[in-house]
T-cell receptor, first 113, second 113 residues
Framework: EPEVTQTPSHQVTQMGQEVILRCVPI?????FYWYRQILGQKVEFLVS????????KSEIFDDQFSVERPDGSNFTLKIRSTKLEDSAMYFC???????????FGPGTRLTVL | GESVGLHLPTLSVQEGDNSIINCAYS??????FIWYKQESGKGPQFIID?????DKRQGQRVTVLLNKTVKHLSLQIAATQPGDSAVYFC????????????FGKGTLLTVNP
């Protein structure tokens, strides 16, 4: 069964450093998403991406964040200058339509020291 | 505002019992709802969805009920098994936004053998 994959599974970085989180969505999906989950809290929407552009973004997704689909398979989330409060689990998701099931990857745990 | 924190609502049941997990959603314009299961250290896993033109939908061992009058969603799990132990989230898709899911706080289900 096809699944969303994410790398790395755990990323440790120093405050102020740039990180890139990588995702490979399911191959025939057209809608891509990033969510995050701070430990013990609910899953929060960051950004959605369709047709090579951002469709919607939350207030969390400020100028320090960017997304890219550099080729036909990868979808990346970049945090330009990490802050302590960026420490969280980051989930990539993909779907075939804008309103419908979103398939989540296993997540990348980001730890900012 | 909504409170967040480490304390999830919990439900503890005996193996073989039926479980009912409840969720109050926030936006009367939401027209699509999903229940996700999240096991420790993993991404959310789709269980069942329902659109707002329905009030009940059944899957294998699971049933989702939607009450739009009081903005309430429930997930019923029949013959609960130890493998059902996880955090369960409801998520809504706002009618005006086709691109993001808004998650609830989650309920921790523990199934005792």
């Amino acid at each position: 069964e096809p699944e969303v994959t994410q790398t790395p599974s755990h990323q440790v970085t120093q405050m102020g450093q740039e990180v890139i989180l990588r995702c490979v969505p399911i191959s025939n999906h057209l809608y891509f998403y990033w969510y995050r989950q701070i430990l013990g809290q609910k899953v929060e929407f960051l950004v959605s991406f369709y047709n090579n552009e951002i469709s919607e973004k939350s207030e969390i997704f400020d100028d320090q964040f960017s997304v890219e689909r550099p080729d036909g398979s990868n979808f990346t989330l970049k945090i330009r200058s990490t802050k302590l409060e960026d420490s969280a689990m980051y989930f990539c998701a993909s779907g075939t339509s804008g309103m419908g099931e979103q398939f989540f990857g296993p997540g990348t745990r980001l730890t900012v020291l | 505002g909504e409170s967040v924190g480490l304390h999830l609502p919990t439900l503890s049941v005996q193996e073989g019992d039926n479980s009912i997990i409840n969720c109050a959603y926030s936006n009367s314009a939401s027209d699509y709802f999903i229940w996700y299961k999240q096991e420790s250290g993993k991404g959310p896993q789709f269980i069942i969805d329902i659109r707002s033109n329905m009030d009940k939908r059944q899957g294998q061992r699971v049933t989702v009920l939607l009450n739009k009058t009081v903005k309430h969603l429930s997930l019923q799990i029949a013959a609960t098994q130890p493998g059902d132990s996880a955090v369960y989230f409801c998520a809504e898709n706002f009618g005006g936004s086709n691109y993001k899911l808004t998650f609830g706080k989650g309920t921790l289900l523990t199934v005792n053998p």
